[in-house]
């Protein structure tokens, strides 16, 4: 699952100004968000942390996401040096790209109705409507993101696999135009993977903005035994 975390994931300049807080109100502002959204560009930051040795790991980079219908999503993360790699996330796979060692490292998400439709209800674009297919919702409080004022939600996940993994997971919502600005992963031992999205810019983007670019000698590899 740790290859994933960036993620996910996963968001429209069209909103609501005099923000109700409300759950209601916030599915408001998420479907509004949905209904226009196509694609971004957005900076990350990446906060994954050990509970057990309190450690904190930390990464920053670039996000590009190209969402031209529902079931069509594809994901191009930047994440800069000192720990620099290149993940991109489409259609039933991950391939995260390791310069340093040329070599590219292959996931499979699984078909449609699986874990990858209960991952890509949490990714940029999604409905209310999605979201509570795979995910019991609490509405949480206000808080402040970025220099963003959102409302929290807290999400328990219906798939028993998920929830081995993630007991709870929790988004912020933008109060003013129902853009996810960032995303918290809770572990059972107190580990969690955080990832907060800063200028983002929604735009129609093309194929070739979310291609993951690589050498034609890179060494691929399927490091662990898929489902």
């Known amino acids: 699952m740790r290859y994933f975390r960036p993620l996910i994931v996963l968001f429209s300049v069209f909103g609501i100004h005099a923000a109700d807080n409300s759950l209601q109100a916030v599915w408001t502002r998420m479907d509004s968000a949905a209904s226009r959204f196509k694609g971004m560009r957005a900076n990350i930051h990446r906060l994954a942390r050990l509970e057990v040795i309190k450690e904190d790991t930390v990464e920053d980079g670039k996000i590009a996401v190209r969402r031209p219908n529902a079931k069509d999503l594809r994901m191009l993360i930047l994440i ?110 107190g580990d969690y993977n955080q990832a907060t999205y800063t200028n983002i810019e929604l735009a129609n983007l093309s194929e070739g903005d979310v291609r993951l670019d690589i050498p034609k000698d890179a060494v691929r590899e399927k490091p662990q035994k898929q489902r």
């Open 80 to 189: 800069n040096p000192p720990n620099e790699k290149k993940v991109l996330i489409a259609a039933n796979k991950v391939e995260i790209y390791y310069p340093k060692m040329n070599t590219v490292q292959e996931y499979e998400l699984g078909k449609t109705g699986s874990l990858k439709d209960q991952l890509l209800s949490l990714s940029f674009g999604s409905t209310s409507k999605e979201l509570l297919a795979g995910y019991s919702v609490t509405l949480g409080p206000s808080e402040t993101v970025g220099g963003q004022k959102t409302t929290r939600l807290d999400l328990t996940p219906k798939d028993k696999e998920l929830l081995k993994h993630y007991p709870k997971i929790q988004l912020w919502i933008s109060d003013e135009n129902g853009v996810t600005v960032q995303q918290k992963l809770n572990e059972p031992a």
